[in-house]
T-cell receptor
Framework: NAGVTQTPKFQVLKTGQSMTLQCAQD?????MSWYRQDPGMGLRLIHY???????DQGEVPNGYNVSRSTTEDFPLRLLSAAPSQTSVYFC?????????????FGSGTRLTVV | QQQVKQSPQSLIVQKGGIPIINCAYE??????FPWYQQFPGKGPALLIA???DVSEKKEGRFTISFNKSAKQFSLHIMDSQPGDSATYFC???????????WGAGTKLIIKP
């Protein structure tokens, strides 16, 4: 089915470890973004991309890196995991013209840093 | 000016009642106002959206009311059901921009 695929669904990291959260979409969407969701904090934008080769920082970018080498993929890298990065991470994509379909979200990655 | 303020943070309503969730914004350049619904363990999904040229939009049991002069919009759920229990997010955007500015979310519980 068309949509946004995130892997893994669950991950436990030790403090200081690095890892990459994967996000792929097959809808040819130009825009992709990463959010983290914490209790009572809503959705906070980490990084986003408006096309291959173009990325920019969101509200809470520290400790995370992204790249966009293809239209389909937008991986999020945690450089040195910290307990403060324990969260649920969502990837979202959209095409220009949000009105009809809006953002399509993945099902999330639940990350615990111990 | 980029904020969207959402209230209440949580809401409990009996089945059949009409929960109302409110959002307010400051930036008059916003021209697209969606609501997203999120069930536990899932990503948010677009529920309904409105543009400021209309004051109300209905899709099934869900209605957005929009007050341009007050810079407020709200979500009403008619004949609410336990299956409507979810977290609801309002958001705002400018059509020329991909970015959605999100409200903080409302956790809605519909009691049987």
């Amino acid at each position: 089915n068309a949509g946004v695929t995130q892997t893994p669904k669950f991950q436990v990291l030790k403090t200081g470890q690095s890892m990459t959260l994967q996000c792929a979409q097959d809808m040819n969407h130009e825009y992709m973004s990463w959010y983290r969701q914490d209790p009572g904090m809503g959705l906070r934008l980490i990084h986003y991309s408006v096309g291959a080769g173009i990325t920019d920082q969101g509200e809470v970018p520290n400790g995370y890196n992204v790249s966009r080498s293809t239209t389909e993929d937008f991986p999020l890298r945690l450089l040195s995991a910290a307990p403060s990065q324990t969260s649920v991470y969502f990837c979202a994509s959209s095409t220009r013209g949000l009105g009809i379909f809006g953002y399509t979200f993945g099902s999330g990655t639940r990350l615990t840093v111990v | 000016q980029q904020q969207v303020k959402q209230s209440p943070q949580s809401l409990i309503v009996q089945k059949g009642g009409i929960p109302i969730i409110n959002c307010a914004y400051e930036n008059t350049a916003f021209d697209y106002f969606p609501w997203y619904q999120q069930f536990p363990g899932k990503g948010p999904a677009l529920l309904i959206a409105i543009r400021p040229d209309v004051s109300e939009k209905k899709e099934g049991r869900f209605t957005i009311s929009f007050n341009k002069s007050a810079k407020q919009f709200s979500l009403h759920i008619m004949d609410s059901q336990p299956g409507d229990s979810a977290t609801y997010f309002c958001a705002a955007s400018m059509d020329s921009n991909y970015q959605l500015i999100w409200g903080a979310g409302t956790k809605l519980i519909i009691k049987p």
